[in-house]
């Protein structure tokens, strides 16, 4: 583990992914590669969403989340937040990590080093004014994996690490609800981080069901607070 993510994870410790505000991270202590899951060794594994969508889908999903105890990492694109500024502190009320997903989800890897810049730090001001800080964590958005530019300019604005994921639901393609739990399940091990969307209705549909599977089968759907720290 490196410098930096020790670092960045000891602050999560203590004061809390709702309440953490990172603050800038040296560029040479940047991570060259993004993390993509959590240990191997720990029958944990993260639910990641991409914050964006209409309420009708994201708040019956978070009353899911609260009526079985489950917590998850939402990462909330910037024009999202300014819609429903509202959903920021309930989500961090419940117990969630919040992070930052950009600020309008443009294809990061497609533009401007001064573009990427933008983009981030936009989100990270609109999230420090709902919630105090520039959330827990940072995912780009139109990509899987960071580039070198993507990665400097998240540094600069305090997020130590780029979240990926090893498990895509693949449920923005609006399949089938069992094309999304077997998406997962078919996937899923120790330590993975699952990409999920807010803005999907088989997201809702198959959300249950897919608990239900992840419990049945040993894992623990936790926040990548927790499991980064396993």
């Not at 991570?31 to 993260?46: E, L, P």
Request: charged fraction near 15%; glycine fraction near 8%.
């Amino acid at each position: 583990m490196s410098l930096t993510r020790r670092n960045v994870l000891k602050a999560a410790a203590i004061f809390g992914a709702g309440a953490l505000d990172l603050g800038q991270v040296p560029a040479a202590e940047a991570a060259s590669t993004d993390i993509s899951h959590g240990s191997r060794t720990v029958a944990k594994v993260a639910l990641t969403f991409h914050g964006a969508g209409a309420p009708d889908f994201a708040d019956p999903l978070l009353k899911i989340f609260k009526s079985t105890g489950t917590k998850v990492s939402i990462f909330a694109v910037g024009t999202w937040l300014v819609s429903d500024p509202a959903i920021a502190a309930r989500i961090i009320a419940e117990g969630h990590d919040l992070g930052n997903h950009t600020m309008t989800h443009t294809q990061m890897k497609t533009i401007s080093a001064k573009k990427v810049d933008a983009e981030i730090s936009q989100c990270a001001a609109e999230l420090k004014k709902l919630i105090g800080n520039h959330g827990a964590w940072f995912r780009p958005s139109g990509t899987q994996f960071s580039t070198a530019t993507i990665r400097a300019a998240a540094v600069k604005y305090g997020y130590g690490q780029c979240i990926s994921y090893d498990v895509d639901s693949k449920d923005y393609l609006n399949p089938s609800k069992k094309s999304v739990i077997s998406n997962v399940m078919n996937n899923v091990k120790n330590g993975s981080i699952i990409s999920m969307h807010l803005g999907h209705k088989v997201t809702l549909d198959a959300m249950p069901t897919l608990l239900s599977n992840l419990h049945a089968k040993g894992f623990t759907p936790v926040t990548l607070t927790e499991l980064l720290q396993a």
